[in-house]
């Protein structure tokens, strides 16, 4: 997957970044919840960007960990996509085992 795959307008939002790093000198991957509405014609978009990021980092950070940040403030349960959660848990059962560092869940 490469940049041009990933829709434009979904890299607008800003509900998925990547930025600075944490106390372990692991790459943050921040999923902004606030931003994100769940849509049925955009979820094999949002997958793909997320793939896309997940890609990106695992070649920057050469195999390294990363941490993935949820920043949950202002967020409701119209922002809450379970479909996109399950989806990102089996990725990194399954494709990614040992790239998480830590799970941080920011005012939940």
């Known amino acids: 997957i490469t940049e041009d795959d990933v829709d434009e307008?979904?890299?607008?939002?800003?509900?998925?970044?990547?930025?600075?790093?944490?106390?372990?000198?692991?790459?943050?991957?921040?999923?902004?919840?606030?931003?994100?509405?769940?849509?049925?014609?955009?979820?094999?978009?949002?997958?793909?960007?997320?793939?896309?990021?997940?890609?990106?980092?695992?070649?920057?950070?050469?195999?390294?960990?990363?941490?993935?940040?949820f920043d949950c403030q202002g967020g409701g349960m119209k922002n809450l996509d379970l479909d996109l959660i399950q989806f990102l848990i089996q990725v990194m059962l399954n494709y990614y085992p040992n790239m998480i560092n830590y799970v941080l869940v920011f005012e939940m």
């Open 9 to 69: 307008e979904d890299k607008k939002s800003g509900g998925l970044y990547s930025r600075n790093r944490d106390r372990d000198g692991c790459k943050l991957l921040v999923i902004c919840v606030r931003k994100h509405v769940k849509d049925a014609s955009k979820s094999l978009a949002r997958k793909r960007r997320l793939i896309y990021y997940l890609e990106r980092l695992d070649r920057e950070e050469k195999g390294g960990q990363i941490t993935l940040m």
